[in-house]
């Protein structure tokens, strides 16, 4: 989510006007900048990166990118530059390889194996889970490449799709290609279609959108009904209470869906009127239903395993001790905890002094196969505390104390 601000914030900066002029805010444009790097690292840059070299391509934008990165507050980069040296400096070896490495590696584009996203995955996602926006975003892209698509609509349009089309395409054939990495493309491309929309020469895009609401309401109608008949989701697929959450949020989607239509069907120059806003509103009501009760994570628990996990973790935890983690620890547990640190090698636990300075416990939070692991490496050391479960299909998380002994 600070991603999505800071490089949602870097494109305003780009679209700066003043009075009739448009002039980038190159202050603001290179503080969002750094600041994404700072949050997130390199997907900060490759969006904004990729953005402002399909805009060198534009006669029309090349100008004001030229003014951009020939700015003396291109020097704010020396912020997240300056925190890689400092990281670098107290983390040493195993964050350069571990962290910065390691975690690169994972996702850079090469030979994919099993556990890897195939090429797509991540265009599939966007296009599926954002529908029917996405569609209309990627028509509206599809435009810039059209003659007949007048200059002054063209100029409208590229900035937000130079700023989510060549990210999108590049996340998309990492070998680690993680959801969240939509977050940031979707505000430029909510924009984009919110312009298509309300141009009248965009008949395409005005004809999906108005068939999306005649196919609709049907459509929710029906499922609703399934849902509270209990033929889909069946009684097998969770608590009656999800089921007829999902079924009357569909209800109410379809009553919303109508009464948009039936407000615009006089039509107009714009489709961005207070129907459009019923009709999107029922889209986000089902989104909303759609997550809390059907998606795959609220139906595997993972989430409630990982807070009720953490909070035991805090209630074990006593002042002085250090947690430290070894092992495939997904990351919701370093953000709960606020413990940012990598998961270490054998040979890195290994070389820990046997116990903290501060004079507490050494904590390793781990899984079922770290926990394995750490028993062959060093039969003993590692005192099992507590499982936890996480979800249905990974395996349990572990917290325990990584003892004194022999050998280091």
């Not at 919110?194 to 109608?221: G, I, K, Q």
């Not at 009357?248 to 379809?254: E, H, K, N, R, T």
């Not at 628990?301 to 935890?317: C, T």
Request: aromatic share 10%.
């Amino acid at each position: 989510m600070v991603l999505t601000v800071l490089t949602t914030t870097a494109l305003l900066a780009l679209l700066w006007r003043e009075g009739e002029r448009p002039r980038a805010n190159a202050p603001l444009f290179w503080l969002a900048t750094s600041l994404s790097i700072l949050a997130k690292g390199p997907p900060g840059p490759v969006l904004i990166g990729g953005g402002l070299l399909l805009l060198s391509f534009s006669r029309e934008e090349r100008g004001r990118v030229k003014r951009l990165l020939t700015s003396p507050w291109m020097a704010l980069l020396g912020l997240p530059l300056l925190w890689f040296v400092l990281a670098l400096r107290e983390g040493g070896e195993a964050y350069l390889t571990g962290t910065v490495l390691g975690e690169l590696s994972k996702r850079a584009p090469g030979t994919y194996g099993s556990d890897d996203n195939l090429p797509g995955t991540l265009f599939v996602h966007f296009v599926v889970r954002a529908a029917p926006w996405s569609l209309l975003a990627l028509i509206a892209s599809a435009r810039l490449a059209s003659r007949k698509t007048a200059p002054e609509v063209r100029r409208d349009l590229l900035p937000f799709a130079a700023w989510f089309i060549p990210a999108l395409a590049f996340f998309s054939v990492l070998r680690g290609q993680r959801e969240d990495y939509l977050l940031p493309l979707l505000p430029p491309a909510a924009l984009l279609v919110a312009r298509a929309l309300s141009d009248p020469t965009a008949a395409l895009e005005r004809r999906v959108w108005d068939a999306v609401a005649v196919l609709f309401a049907p459509a929710a109608l029906l499922l609703g009904a399934l849902a509270f008949l209990a033929v889909w989701p069946s009684a097998r697929n969770g608590p009656p209470v999800a089921r007829y959450l999902w079924g009357g949020s569909l209800i109410a989607a379809a009553l919303l869906t109508a009464w948009g239509w039936r407000r615009d069907r006089s039509g107009g120059a714009s489709r961005l009127t207070a129907g459009f806003f019923l009709r999107t509103l029922a889209l986000l009501v089902v989104s909303l239903a759609f997550h809390a009760t059907l998606s795959p994570q609220a139906r595997s628990g993972k989430g409630r395993d990982l807070e009720e996990f953490v909070s035991r973790v805090g209630r074990e935890r006593r002042e002085g001790d250090e947690i430290s983690f070894f092992g495939d620890v997904t990351n919701g547990v370093r953000f709960i905890t606020r413990v940012n640190a990598p998961s270490l090698p054998p040979e890195g636990l290994a070389a820990l002094d046997p116990g903290p300075p501060s004079g507490g416990r050494r904590l390793l939070i781990t899984d079922a196969p770290g926990e394995e692991a750490l028993n062959a490496f060093k039969p003993g050391r590692f005192q099992v505390y507590f499982h936890r479960p996480h979800g249905k299909e990974n395996p349990d998380l572990v917290l325990g104390e990584w003892l004194p002994g022999p050998g280091g």
